[in-house]
């Protein structure tokens, strides 16, 4: 199987455990049991796919509760796989600021009321604002910079994946795919090895 078949084979295994979660937002046959949750997040944060990094903010934005593994997948991937450790801090740092940002629009996306709300885990750590600074947005701009500095060949715009991980969540609840993610086959950023360059 060449390297862009397994790349598709992968993506649309992601996709259909995300839909087996409860998240169709990305494009996929069939949804299949996700599995264990850790499992899911550490396989996610795998992924340089703009389309898969974004998967991962709106899964959060989604299911809050998510958020209790992420210190656990931490753990069990920091030493081996400090760069995917990495995209998992800054993925989740994104959905911790998006969810301030669109507090009061994402209740009109899933018909439900507000969530609970996502513990600023990393924030600290990273010399980011606080996650009410402005709504939210002082601290989305800042974890942009941070990640284009320290992931210059990153094949993908931090801060319009972090736009994109909302419209994915819009467009799963209201049942139409997102611009952009509407076929799998479409060309897209290539997804690194588990712990590739950046």
Same mark, same amino acid.
């Given at each position: 199987?060449?390297?862009?078949?397994?790349?598709?084979?992968?993506?649309?295994?992601?996709?259909?455990?995300?839909?087996?979660?409860? #998240? @169709?937002?990305?494009?996929?046959?069939? *949804?299949?049991? *996700?599995?264990?949750?850790? %499992?899911?997040?550490? %396989?996610?944060?795998?992924?340089?796919?703009?389309?898969?990094?974004?998967?991962?903010?709106?899964?959060? $934005?989604?299911?809050?509760?998510?958020? /209790?593994?992420? @210190?656990?997948?931490?753990? /069990?991937?920091?030493?081996?796989? +400090?760069?995917?450790?990495?995209? $998992?801090?800054?993925?989740?740092?994104?959905?911790?600021? $998006?969810?301030?940002?669109? &507090?009061?629009?994402?209740? $009109?996306?899933?018909?439900?009321?507000?969530? !609970?709300?996502?513990?600023?885990?990393?924030?600290?750590?990273?010399?980011? +604002?606080? +996650?009410?600074?402005?709504? =939210?947005?002082?601290?989305?701009?800042?974890?942009?910079?941070?990640?284009?500095?320290?992931? *210059? &060949?990153?094949?993908? %715009? +931090?801060?319009?994946?972090?736009?994109?991980?909302?419209? #994915?969540?819009?467009?799963?609840? #209201?049942?139409?795919?997102?611009?952009?993610?509407?076929?799998?086959?479409?060309?897209?950023?290539?997804?690194?090895? !588990? %712990? =590739?360059?950046?």
């Amino acid at each position: 199987m060449g390297g862009e078949a397994r790349r598709m084979g992968r993506q649309g295994d992601l996709a259909a455990r995300l839909a087996g979660f409860g #998240l @169709p937002v990305l494009v996929h046959d069939h *949804p299949q049991e *996700p599995g264990d949750l850790r %499992d899911l997040l550490r %396989d996610l944060a795998c992924s340089r796919d703009p389309r898969i990094r974004a998967a991962l903010i709106a899964l959060w $934005l989604a299911r809050p509760d998510t958020a /209790q593994a992420v @210190p656990a997948v931490l753990r /069990q991937i920091e030493a081996a796989a +400090p760069r995917t450790a990495r995209r $998992l801090r800054w993925s989740y740092q994104a959905a911790v600021y $998006l969810q301030r940002e669109w &507090r009061h629009t994402i209740p $009109l996306f899933t018909g439900e009321p507000c969530r !609970a709300e996502l513990p600023d885990l990393f924030g600290a750590e990273l010399g980011l +604002p606080g +996650p009410d600074d402005l709504h =939210g947005r002082a601290g989305l701009m800042e974890l942009a910079d941070l990640e284009r500095a320290a992931d *210059p &060949r990153a094949p993908y %715009d +931090p801060g319009a994946t972090y736009e994109s991980a909302v419209e #994915l969540l819009r467009a799963a609840w #209201l049942g139409r795919p997102a611009a952009g993610h509407e076929d799998q086959g479409e060309p897209a950023a290539a997804a690194g090895p !588990a %712990d =590739g360059a950046g």
